[in-house]
């Protein structure tokens, strides 16, 4: 049975919990350390990212092995980085798909704008040559 690693800046739902468990036989979930999640949150904003800054989430990953299971969700191209490296170490990237809802509240001249992120399911992240047609 996969384990299953969160590179997440929040935890899981228990609707997504249980659904990595039933979807992939999941043996446990194991999130990162609060100290890396803040990491995580607040990745570096330079124009070049290095892969010192990605070191904390590798070190994560360090114990899992091929055909764990690691959610990665965040700032755009350190997770194409991280969902790189997940899948040269054999492991099953994966995002959580949501469909956003807009909410729209309009007080004279301002217009407030809200969003309601609600989960649909997890999917692989996968090579463009992998898709099908």
């Known amino acids: ?3 299953i690693f969160c590179l997440l800046n929040h935890k899981l739902t228990s609707r997504q919990e249980e659904e990595l468990q ?3 036989g999941a043996n446990c979930i ?4 609060p100290e890396v ?7 570096s904003t ?10 904390p989430f590798t070190d ?3 114990e899992a092995r091929a055909g764990d299971i690691v959610v990665l969700q965040g700032e755009f191209s350190a997770t194409f980085a991280m ?3 997940s899948l040269l170490k ?8 949501t469909k956003r809802i807009a909410q729209e509240k309009r007080e004279g001249e301002r217009v407030y704008r809200t969003y309601i992120f609600e989960h649909v399911c997890f999917r692989r992240y996968r090579y463009y040559n992998e898709l099908a047609e």
């Open 90 to 97: 054999g492991l099953i990237p994966v995002c959580a798909v």
């Open 1 to 3: 049975m996969p384990d």
């Open 46 to 55: 330079g124009r070049n990212l290095l892969r010192d800054h990605l070191k």
């Open 60 to 62: 994560c990953l360090r």
């Open 37 to 43: 999640i803040e990491l995580w949150s607040k990745i």
């Open 30 to 33: 194991k999130y990162s350390s």
């Open 22 to 24: 039933n979807s992939f």
């Open 83 to 85: 969902v790189d490296y």
